[in-house]
């Protein structure tokens, strides 16, 4: 991994992100290291390659811009751990390494600005940076990148519920929220 590639990756996800912040820094370096390990160039986007990622914060961005994985395509998922990791799994041969930010995780972390830190980041090599795990990762056909695999319409409220995410009441498909309620509340107006 050379510095003119993570300038190059650094800018664009400060770009897709909004501003080049610590987690932007780190998950630029984390996401190249992944493909680095997996075996994969970048600027390209691999259809056989999905990253969990185990945080919603800048990283999170950072390793979407630099892999080109995304929740759309179904490549990128989101698992809420609030830990500062992902796991790059290849489709096609079942090879999966968990990349776990270890500086995040560091005792002695010294106070330093974000330019220091961005810079830190920048030449410090990624086997310093991260610890990397060999991990088995079992997605079922639902979880997998394509069109939905299966649709149910909800028998409360009607709504259409894809790749396997309803629940079954009394025998009749329900969607999560109408069953174990939601996030939001709908208001009649």
């Known amino acids: 991994m050379n510095q003119k590639d993570y300038e190059e990756q650094l800018k664009m ?22 493909l680095e390990l997996m075996g994969m160039e970048l600027n390209m986007r691999h259809k056989n390659l999905i990253v969990i990622l185990e945080i919603d914060r800048c990283m999170a961005d950072a390793v979407q811009a630099v892999t080109k994985c ?9 698992a ?20 776990i930010d ?14 220091e830190m961005i810079e ?24 997998m990148p ?10 409360i409220c009607g709504d259409k519920v894809t790749d396997g995410r309803h629940l079954m009441v009394d025998g009749k498909p329900a969607c999560k929220p109408c069953v174990e309620g939601a996030y939001y509340e709908v208001i009649d107006e």
């Not at 995304?70 to 989101?78: A, F, T, V, Y």
Request: aromatic share 10%.
């Open 70 to 78: 995304s929740m759309g395509k179904r490549s990128l998922k989101q």
């Open 146 to 155: 394509g069109k939905p695999h299966t649709t149910e319409i909800c028998s």
């Open 13 to 34: 996800a400060g770009e897709f992100h909004g501003e080049i912040c610590g987690g932007i820094a780190i998950g630029t370096k984390l996401a190249m290291y992944g």
């Open 120 to 143: 830190r980041f920048k030449i410090t090599p990624p086997e310093e940076l991260f610890d990397v795990q060999k991990v088995k990762v079992e997605l079922t056909e639902a979880q």
């Open 80 to 99: 809420y751990y609030g830990k500062f990791a992902a796991t790059f799994y290849n489709m096609d041969t079942g090879e999966a390494l968990r990349i």
């Open 102 to 115: 270890a500086d995040a995780n560091r005792k002695d972390k010294k106070k330093e600005t974000r330019d």
